[in-house]
């Protein structure tokens, strides 16, 4: 009988040992990870956000501006997101994925209007800050996932020397089953 129950002792504690391994590295796996589709009506007028900007413009600089942020701030339609321990990968669009080291080490990268610049991203649970910079100035796209996983909500922050005033604007994306 005591043999019965070292034995019994000895696979619960393997058990224990290889579920917990099994559900830390389920963790690890961001709950971010998933494609989403954006939703127009609970997202900001990207038209808007730009008009607004370049309005305290001087005319002359102003046709130049519009031009310049509307390219850098296209409103992607479907955001993909994966991760792994070692790298995390953001696809908008039908554009090439961003892939940077999960730990933040910026990489070179082309943006959407073909200038190269620094990217680095970041997870922390529910949350992805992506940053950008280049001499022109600097951009972050904070993501935060809804704590029901359905709804993922992308506040973007752009500074620049060029502009007057902190360009902030949200989109929302709903999660692809």
């Given at each position: 009988?005591?043999?019965?129950?070292?034995?019994?002792?000895?696979?619960?504690?393997?058990?224990?040992?290889?579920?917990?391994?099994?559900?830390?590295?389920?963790?690890?796996?961001?709950?971010?990870?998933?494609?989403?589709?954006?939703?127009?009506?609970?997202?900001?007028?990207?038209?808007?956000?730009?008009?607004?900007?370049?309005?305290?413009?001087?005319?002359?600089?102003?046709?130049?501006?519009?031009?310049?942020?509307?390219?850098?701030?296209?409103?992607?339609?479907?955001?993909?997101?994966?991760?792994s321990?070692?790298?995390?990968?953001?696809?908008?669009?039908?554009?090439?994925?961003?892939?940077?080291?999960?730990?933040?080490a910026?990489?070179?990268?082309?943006?959407?209007?073909?200038g190269?610049?620094?990217?680095?991203?970041?997870?922390?649970?529910?949350?992805?800050?992506?940053?950008?910079?280049?001499?022109?100035?600097?951009?972050?796209?904070?993501?935060?996932?809804?704590?029901?996983?359905?709804?993922?909500?992308?506040?973007?922050?752009?500074?620049?020397?060029?502009?007057?005033?902190?360009?902030?604007?949200?989109?929302?994306?709903?999660?692809?089953?």
């Amino acid at each position: 009988m005591t043999n019965f129950v070292s034995t019994l002792c000895l696979v619960l504690l393997c058990s224990a040992i290889f579920l917990g391994s099994s559900t830390l590295a389920a963790a690890q796996k961001s709950g971010l990870d998933g494609t989403y589709i954006l939703d127009e009506t609970d997202s900001d007028n990207m038209n808007e956000v730009i008009e607004d900007a370049v309005g305290k413009l001087n005319f002359l600089t102003r046709d130049i501006a519009r031009g310049r942020l509307k390219k850098l701030n296209p409103a992607y339609r479907q955001v993909a997101i994966t991760s792994s321990p070692n790298e995390i990968s953001v696809t908008v669009d039908n554009q090439p994925p961003l892939r940077t080291p999960a730990k933040g080490a910026p990489v070179a990268w082309v943006g959407p209007d073909g200038g190269k610049v620094n990217a680095s991203m970041q997870l922390a649970g529910r949350r992805l800050a992506q940053t950008f910079t280049s001499a022109d100035g600097r951009r972050v796209n904070d993501y935060t996932l809804s704590p029901d996983g359905r709804t993922l909500t992308m506040q973007v922050t752009e500074t620049s020397p060029q502009l007057s005033q902190t360009i902030t604007y949200k989109q929302v994306y709903r999660r692809v089953s």
